[in-house]
């Protein structure tokens, strides 16, 4: 059973920045398949896909983050990262880090991820 473990979560104020780093157990990626991602949940509201990388390091991100996250990988560390700027409050959230393997990311959709960490909380004060 693959493991996820996220860390880099805190308290920031808006317009700073925070970087979330996710270790894997075990390899996600095969040469051509496999996805990680990053999603978030805030009180009250469903979980939504934060980004997602596959295989080949194409990435994607949901229009609220677009030019304001950043979603990388370290395969030789199996790990998961996500560079967080320009924090608006609403970007309060617990995040979670995700991985599904034999997938291409097609989507950001939490159903289509079947290993998920704990996850890590971000708060962003005016």
């Known amino acids: 059973q693959v493991q996820l473990m996220e860390s880099g979560g805190g308290s920031v104020q808006a317009g700073g920045s925070l970087r979330l780093s996710c270790a894997a157990s075990?390899?996600?990626?095969?040469?051509?398949?496999?996805?990680m991602g990053w999603f978030r949940q805030a009180p009250g509201k469903e979980r939504e896909g934060v980004a997602s990388i596959n295989s080949v390091g194409l990435t994607r991100y949901a229009d609220f983050v677009k030019g304001r996250f950043t979603i990388s990988k370290d395969n030789a560390k199996n790990s998961l990262y996500l560079q967080m700027n320009s924090l608006k409050p609403e970007d309060t959230a617990m995040y979670y880090c995700?991985?599904?393997?034999?997938?291409?990311?097609?989507?950001?959709?939490?159903?289509?991820?079947?290993?998920w960490g704990q996850g890590t909380q971000v708060t962003v004060s005016l």
């Open positions: 075990e390899y996600i990626y095969s040469t051509y398949t496999g996805c």
């Open positions: 995700a991985a599904q393997r034999r997938t291409n990311c097609y989507t950001l959709a939490p159903l289509d991820f079947g290993y």
